[in-house]
């Protein structure tokens, strides 16, 4: 696990996300509170504006993959 992270680690911010908020379905979250949690992840190191849409679903996949296996 890395120490630091951004924006483009998003199999990183999936799992951990799935840990700091186990049973959540990812795909009931808005983005805005996706957003939110994300930034406040210990070791999240990216600017709050580099965010998109596209990142944003990439980790949404990411971490919906770590809530079904989790399942």
Do not use: C, Y
């Not at 504006?49 to 990142?55: A, D, F, V």
């Amino acid at each position: 696990m890395p120490n630091t992270f951004d924006w483009d680690n998003a199999e990183e911010i999936g799992i951990q996300l799935a840990e700091k908020h186990p049973g959540v379905d990812p795909l009931t979250v808005r983005f805005t509170d996706m957003h939110k949690w994300i930034v406040e992840l210990p070791g999240f190191t990216g600017d709050p504006k580099l965010s998109n849409e596209g990142k944003l679903e990439a980790i949404q996949m990411a971490w919906h993959e770590e809530f079904q296996d989790n399942e």
